[in-house]
C-alpha cells in the first residue's frame, strides 16, 4: 500500500522538479550568468591578450620606446629571416627524432607496470619520476654531468676506456642534440607511459581471456587488442608529444643556450631572442602567430590522421 | 507567441530582415530591449570610457603609472637636497653586494629618506626595467649596466640630469668612459655607479718557474704568445693562457679592448646612424689571429673551448693558467695567499699600447620615477670618494680616478692598477652591443668560434662585417 502511494507519488513529484527546473533553466539569464565567469576569464585572458598580440604584431613595438605602425612587415619578413626558418627546421627534425622514441619507451614502460603485481607501484613512480622533477632541474643537472674532465658522464666513459674524459658534449652539434634528446626521451617517456598504463587498464580482461581460449599469442593479443583499443590514448599522447617537442625551449636554452652558432636553436628560443635579446616584441609576436598556426595545422593534421573508425563513420555519413 | 514577437523587434537591423525573430536575451544584452535602454546607456558609456582608458594604457608609449615626477625640478637647487620617502633602487644582482653596502650606510645616516634595494638577476635586467617603465612602474633608481645605458637614453627612458650633474663637485675626476656612455647631445642622462674593468692577470710565480721576469709582464701579443709557450713548456696540467669560448660576453669584455687600444673600434658613428668596421678593423684581425695561435698551438688550456663562464677563473685560481684576461672579480675572489702571487695589466695592444672595458654600471633615474630627488640624493652620497673607496670589498672598482691614495693602493694593490687605467678605459656607445657580443648565437660568438675553434679567420671576419651591419641595422630600426 504504501509503495503504491509513493509509486503514484513519485512521478507526480518528479513531474513537478521537472518544471521547476524547466522554469528556471529556461530563463535565459540563468543560463548566461552560469556561463559568464568562464566567458570572462576567456575574455580577459585568452580573446583579449590574442587580439592584443595580434595588434602588437602590426606595429614595431620595441621594449624601450613608442612604438608606430608597420603595416604587415612583421609578417613579410618571416620568410627572410634565415635563423627563423633554420629554427623551423631544426625544431622539425628535433620533433621527429624524439617523438617515436619517446612513445616506444612509454609504451614499453606501461606494459612493464600496467598490472597490479607487487612493486608496480614503486616502478610506476620511479618511470614518473623525471616528469616530475621537471626539464629545467634536469638540464641544469645535465650540465654539470657533460662537462669535460669533471662531469659524471666523461667520468664514467673514461673510466670504461670509451674516451679520454674530456668530450666537449654541449659544443659539438651532433652530441648536443644527442645529449638532449636522451634527456627528453627519459623525461617525457613517464608521462606517456601514464596515460597509455590508464588506457590499457581501462580494456576489459575478458577480451584478453577470450583471445587466449582461442589461442591468441601475446604479441597477437597486443597488437589486435591492445593497440586498437588504445587508438585515441595513444593519439591523445602522440599530440601531446609533439606539441610539446614542437615548443622546445627549457632543454636547449640551459644546455646549449641554441649553439653553437645557432645549429640548436628552436623555435620558441629565437621568437625569445628576438622579443627580449633583440628587444623587437613585434616581429618576435608575429612570429608567435605564425608559430600558433603552425602547431595548430600540425595538431589538426594528427588529429585527422590518428581518428578512428567511428570518427571516418560518422564524417562518412 | 510569435505574435508577440514583432513588438519586441526594436533592433531596426533585425526589423528590416523577413523572417527573422528578435532574441530576447541579445536584445537586452545589446541594450536594445526596451524598458532596459535608458539604464543601461551610462553604464555602457562608462564600459567604454574603462576600456578605452584600458586600452589607451596598453598601448601607450610610457604607461598609465606616468605622471609628472614629484618634488623640486632638476634643475632646482633643492633637487637632490633633503628629500624624503622612499627611493626605489633597481641594482644588478652583480653589483649588488656593493650597492647592498651604500644603502646600509645611507640609511643610517638619512633619518627622512629611505634606500629600498632589489637586486635584478642581471640577464632579465634590460626587459623587466623596459617593461616597468612602460606599464608606468618604474623603480625611482636604476643601477644598470652601463653597456645597456644608451638603449633607454636614446629611447629618452631617462630623465634629463645635466643640470644637476654639471653642479657635482666630483664631476671631472668620474671616469670618462662611464659617464660617456650617460650622454647624448651634450646631455648627461645618469652617471658612473661602480666599475668593472677587464685585465690581464697573470700568475707571477709560474712566470717565475719559466724564466720570465714577474716584473714584466707582456705589453703586447709578441709578448703573451712567448710568455704563453715559456709557461706551457712547464708541462704538469700547466698553460700559458686561458679564456671562456663559449662566454660571448666574457670574450667580448676581455678581447675587445685588445682592439680599442689602437683607438679603433668595430663600430662607426653615433647611436642611430652607425654602420660596422669589422672587415677593414686590423686590430680586429690580429686579435683573432693570437686566440687562434693560443689555440691551435695547444698554449690555451684545453678547457677554454667549452669554458660558458661558469667557472671561468677557477683555472688560474688555481695555479694552473699563466694568463688570464678577466674582471677584478677574479682576483677579489682569490685567498688572500694566492692574491700575492697575482700581478695585473690593462689589457695590452697588437703592437702596445693598452687599454680596458669600462664595464660596471651607471646611475638612472627613469622619467616617471616617482622620487627622483630622492634618488638623486642617493647618487651624490654614493659618488662620494669614501663610499667609492669601498667598491672592492662588492669585488669592484671606484668610478673616480682620484680614489687611488696610498692607503688605498696599499690596502688594494691590483685594484689600484686598474684604477691608473680609467682614464683609458673605453666602451662602445652603441644600441646593438647586446645583439651583438652578449646574445648567443650572435655575429660575435659566431665570428669568434670560425676564427678560433675552425681556424677560418678570414671567413670568419667576413661573415662577421655581414652579422654586426645586420645586428646594427634590427638595433637601430
Known sequence: MTATTVDVQRPAEAGAR?????????????????????????VAFVLFPLGFAVFISFTNWPLIGPYHFVGAENYSNIPKDTVFLHSVLFTLMYTGIVTVPIFLVGYGLAVLVRSNRRGATWFRTAFFLPFVVGLATESFMLLLELQPNSGAVNFLLHKVGLTDGSTPWLVRTNFAVTAVCVLVVWYASGLTMMLLMAGMQGIPHDIYESAEVDGASWWARELRITVPLLRRTIALSLILSVIGSFLAFNQFYILTQGGPGVSTTTVVQWIYQKAFVQLHVGAATALSLALVIVVGLISAAQFFLLRDDDDRKSEAS | MSARLPRRQTDPASARLPGRRANPVSARLSGHGGPLTPRRAPARRRVAA???????????????????????????????????????????????????ILVKEFNATHKHLKVELSPIQDTQYVTKLATAIRSGSAPDLVGIDD???????????????????????????????????TTENGHYYGTPYVGDMSFLLYNKTLFKKAGLDPNKPPRNFADILADAKAITKLGHGTYGFSFAGRCEGCLGFTMMPDVWATNTDVFKGQPGNQHATVSSNKAMRQTLTLYRKLWSQHLAAPESETETGATWGQDFLAGKIGMLPAGYGTAANAPPAFQKQIGAVPLPGPDGGYSTFDGGANFGIPK???????AWEFVKFALQKEQQAQAPLGGFEPIRTDVGTPAFKKKYPINAVLLNALPKGYAPKTLSYNVTFNQPGGPWEQMFIKAVFDGDIDNAIKNGQTGFADALSQAES
Open chain 2, 50 to 100: 574603462v576600456t578605452a582608458a584600458a586600452l589607451a594604457c596598453l598601448t601607450g608609449a610610457v604607461g598609465c603609472g606616468s605622471s609628472k615626477p614629484a618634488g623640486p625640478a632638476v634643475s632646482s637647487p633643492q633637487f637632490g637636497t633633503n628629500a624624503t620617502g622612499v627611493v626605489h633602487f633597481w641594482d644588478r644582482s652583480a653589483t649588488s653586494p656593493y650597492g647592498q
Open chain 2, 147 to 181: 653597456i645597456n645605458s644608451q638603449l633607454f637614453i636614446y629611447n629618452k627612458a631617462f630623465l634629463d640630469l645635466t643640470s644637476a650633474v654639471n653642479k657635482l663637485p666630483e664631476k671631472n675626476v668620474l671616469s670618462p668612459g662611464h659617464l660617456n656612455l
Open chain 1, 18 to 42: 521537472r518544471r521547476r527546473r524547466r522554469r528556471v533553466t529556461s530563463r535565459p539569464g540563468v543560463g548566461l550568468a552560469l556561463v559568464s565567469p568562464a566567458f570572462l576569464f576567456v
Open chain 2, 368 to 374: 616617471n620615477a616617482p622620487n627622483p630627488s630622492g
